[in-house]
Nanobody, 114 residues
Framework: MRLVESGGGLVQTGGSLRLSCAAS????????MSWYRQRPGEGREVVAT????????DYANSVKGRFTISRDNVENGVFLQMNNLKPEDTAVYYC????????WGQGTQVTVSS
């Protein structure tokens, strides 16, 4: 399997970014997908999850109302629209299945300046 995250960058507080994840090597549409993040010095945490069909989503309280997860089962992609970014959103962001495989992509760095 392969997971390739992209779209990170440096933004100011209140800015927006859209992360993308290209998935391959497994039956993408048969899995719930999640975005995770790892802040400096902390463990990895789940940020958002989307069902196989994309009809339901779930978010960590810290990002609810600001982030939106979506997916494209034709192109095997999962996305994270991040609005009103805060310095505490600074982290490396990863995508994976909701029950994660023992494989992680390289992630994409998001840095929010105050």
């Amino acid at each position: 399997m392969r997971l390739v995250e992209s779209g990170g960058g440096l933004v100011q507080t209140g800015g927006s970014l859209r992360l993308s994840c290209a998935a391959s090597g497994f039956a993408f549409s048969a899995f719930r997908m999640s975005w995770y993040r790892q802040r400096p010095g902390e463990g990895r945490e789940v940020v958002a999850t989307i069902t196989m069909s994309g009809d339901k989503t779930d978010y960590a309280n810290s990002v609810k109302g600001r982030f939106t997860i979506s997916r494209d089962n034709v192109e095997n992609g999962v996305f994270l629209q991040m609005n009103n970014l805060k310095p505490e959103d600074t982290a490396v962001y990863y995508c994976n299945t909701a029950i994660p495989f023992n494989y992680w992509g390289q992630g994409t760095q998001v840095t929010v300046s105050s």
